[in-house]
Nanobody, 123 residues
């Protein structure tokens, strides 16, 4: 059974940084894409970043490009999202997700999801 467990959320001032972690278990993730999505109150879930587990190739939404960095540690089976220069509009619940195959920014194409971690950005 695939499990994705996020951690690292919290309260940070605008301009600050946070690093989110996603501990993945239950299978071998080679051939998978790991994504980070976020959802603010009253808004749809939106794509933030994705990484190919095997190659390490990365993809970002325009809204986070240059500020967020997605990475993975194969030995720890963990995916990270380093978030710098945080803005109030980055506040949301951040979700880790996994899908087999090619990268996608569509949340409905991801089969596995964590429960999320809250990020709050004060202005």
């Amino acid at each position: 059974q695939v499990q994705l467990v996020e951690s690292g959320g919290g309260l940070v001032q605008a301009g600050g940084s946070l690093r989110l972690s996603c501990a993945a278990s239950g299978r071998t993730f080679s051939g998978y894409v790991m994504g980070w999505f976020r959802q603010a109150p009253g808004k749809e879930r939106e794509f933030a970043a994705a990484i190919y587990w095997s190659s390490g190739d990365t993809y970002y939404a325009d809204s986070v490009k240059g500020r967020f960095t997605i990475s993975r540690d194969n030995a720890k089976n963990t995916v990270y999202l380093q978030m710098n220069s945080l803005l109030p509009e980055d506040a949301a619940v951040y979700y880790c997700a996994a899908r087999s195959g090619i990268s996608s920014s569509w949340s409905n194409q991801y089969a596995y999801w964590g429960k999320g971690t809250q990020v709050t950005v004060s202005s």
